[in-house]
């Protein structure tokens, strides 16, 4: 029996078209003999519209732009999208799993993994705590910080306060980081909005432009080392990869060089010591375990000339793209990206089923 995917696009974010370039991925490295694929589109405007079940890959991403097909209410999935028996006398369309492939706001944190864990229906990747806590920037380095994460030093601000008083939050920020700083919206990712600011000019400029994206934006301070990832994939007995190092040839891995001209090094695996490679693999899994993360993560790291190992960040939602750090890692790994993808689906399923074993009664 084949496995009945939803795949779930798209979304109102920012981070939009980075979201079809990782569905087109995925449906190209889906093996058709063992997967339904069923598209989900959610619009930029965020209309929800189901598509035919694809009987072929996609070769653009316009392809997944669907401007035909039925419009639904996402609070109708179970009965529209996935029907259930109780509404129909068969359950042959039902999806078995649903893989969202959504980036940024309304997607990847925490607002539709909480729709689907209403609607009961398996789903790949990270929960509602996970998704939520790794979106928001904010929230994420202050866990860190309390479990005992070693990290970059860091400042947060919210557009009301700082529209109340901006020369001292200008001020603030050159007090307690100095120069370089970055300067990111809270909750995107795909370096949406970031920039990195070496004076007060550019400080000035790189705020507004990040509270165009987010109510809430983070200053981080600028630290010299080698920015370094790894890939967590699991549920409660996560497994690392090999680590991969990025080189920018700009001025720091911006989103062109993510997902447009890959125009940035990628060292896979990364000349580092044994020694290295054990601390990172131990933070990335306390950090995976932190969040109590699900599926897979990518934990980003600065590795500094000193041998510390600070936390950047992890990415509960990583790209599929061909320019993407998380499958090659994999790769590297000995895990194909089929492999993985089939991997990701299994691990969504077990998670539910062991949901189910809950008591929620008395």
């Known amino acids: 029996m084949k496995i009945k995917l ?3 696009y798209g979304g109102k974010s920012a981070e939009h078209k980075v979201s079809l370039q990782t569905a087109k991925a ?5 093996d058709l003999t063992k997967y339904e694929i069923h598209p989900i589109y959610i619009s930029e405007t965020g209309e929800w519209i189901r598509g035919e079940q694809l009987q072929r890959p996609v070769e653009d991403v316009e392809e997944l732009q669907l401007k035909e097909g039925d419009t ?3 609070v109708a999935l179970n009965s529209e999208i996935f029907p259930v028996s109780i509404h129909h006398e068969t359950t042959a369309d039902k999806i078995d799993v649903v893989f969202p492939l959504l980036h940024g706001p309304n ?3 925490g607002t539709v993994q909480g729709l689907l864990e209403l609607l009961n229906l398996p789903y790949v990747g990270n929960g509602v705590l996970a998704s939520a806590a790794g979106m928001d920037k904010v929230m994420m380095k202050n866990i860190y910080e309390q479990a005992g994460i070693k990290q970059a030093n860091y400042v947060s601000y919210i557009r009301t306060d700082w529209e109340k008083n901006t ?5 603030n920020v050159e007090k307690t980081l100095s120069y370089p700083c970055f300067v990111k919206p809270a909750n995107l990712g795909s370096s949406v909005g970031i920039s990195k600011c070496n004076d007060r000019e550019s400080l000035e400029s790189a705020f507004k432009e990040a509270f165009e994206y987010d109510r809430k934006i983070i200053i981080e301070e600028g630290i010299d080392g080698r920015e370094v990832e790894i890939a967590v ?3 409660d007995d996560p497994q690392c990869s090999v680590v991969g190092e990025i080189v920018p040839k700009t001025d720091f891995y911006d989103y062109k060089a993510k ?5 940035t090094g990628l060292i896979i695996p990364a000349d580092i010591t044994e020694a290295e490679y054990k601390e990172i693999k131990r933070v990335a899994i306390q950090s995976f375990k932190a969040l109590d993360c699900s599926g897979l993560v990518r934990a980003d790291f600065f590795l500094t000339k000193d041998g510390d190992v600070l936390m950047n960040e992890v990415n509960t939602m990583p790209g599929f793209t061909p320019f993407s750090m998380f499958p090659m890692l994999w790769q590297e790994s000995g895990v194909s990206y089929s492999e993985l993808i089939e991997k990701l689906v299994q691990l969504g399923v077990e998670r539910h089923e062991e949901k189910q074993k809950i008591k929620y009664t008395f």
Do not use: F, T
């Open 167 to 171: 020369e001292e939050a200008y001020q």
């Open 6 to 8: 939803g795949l779930l």
């Open 26 to 30: 995925v449906i190209q490295a889906l």
């Open 107 to 109: 997607g990847e944190d």
């Open 259 to 263: 997902y447009e001209d890959g125009d």
């Open 72 to 74: 639904v209410s996402p």
């Open 233 to 235: 994939l699991g549920n």
